[in-house]
C-alpha cells in the first residue's frame, strides 16, 4: 500500500538513498518546484464531481486547502521479474507533477541476495544460470 510522504510546497528528501537518487533525477529532469498559484480549494470547485466524491474530499480537508500540484509516494511490498519465478523484496519511490505532467519512479529490488536499484535509465535485468539436470537427455 503506498505512503503519501509529501506534497506540494518545498521537498524533504529525507536521508533515504534511494529517495536521494529519486530528488536527482526529480533534478534532472528540470521540473518546476512550484507555482505562484495561491488559489484555494472551494466548494464551486467540487460541484461538478459525483457526490461521494464531493464527501470524501470535503471529509479529508481539501476545501479551504491551497490546490496540490505534486507528490511523493514511497512504496513497500514484493516484486517478481515472472509468475514462476519467485518474490523479490522491493522498495520503490514516485514523485508525480501536475504542473509540467512528469512521473519518475526509482525502485530498489533484492535479487538473489544483492540490491539492485532501478531508476528511469536503467532496466531490470536478471542472469540465469544454465542448469545441466535440464539440459541433458533422460537415458532409460
Not at 53 to 82: C, I, T
Request: glycine letters at 8%; aromatic letters at 8%; hydrophobic letters at 40%.
Amino acid at each position: 500500500m503506498p505512503v503519501l510522504v509529501a506534497r506540494g510546497s518545498k521537498h524533504d528528501w529525507g536521508r533515504d538513498k534511494l529517495c536521494r537518487r529519486l530528488a536527482h533525477e526529480v533534478q534532472a529532469a528540470g521540473l518546476p518546484a512550484g507555482t505562484d498559484d495561491k488559489a484555494l480549494v472551494t466548494d464551486a470547485d467540487l460541484s461538478g464531481l459525483p457526490d461521494v466524491v464531493q464527501r470524501y474530499l470535503s471529509f479529508m480537508g481539501v476545501v479551504g486547502r491551497p490546490r496540490d500540484w505534486s507528490f511523493r509516494a514511497r512504496f513497500v511490498g514484493r516484486f517478481r521479474l515472472r509468475p514462476r519465478l519467485g518474490w523479490m523484496p522491493a522498495e520503490a519511490w514516485q514523485y508525480n507533477s501536475g504542473l509540467e505532467i512528469a512521473r519518475i519512479f526509482v525502485m530498489r529490488l533484492r535479487f538473489a541476495g544483492r540490491r539492485r536499484h532501478l531508476s528511469p535509465r536503467t532496466r531490470p535485468h536478471a542472469r540465469q544460470t544454465a542448469r545441466p539436470d535440464r539440459c541433458r537427455r533422460r537415458s532409460g
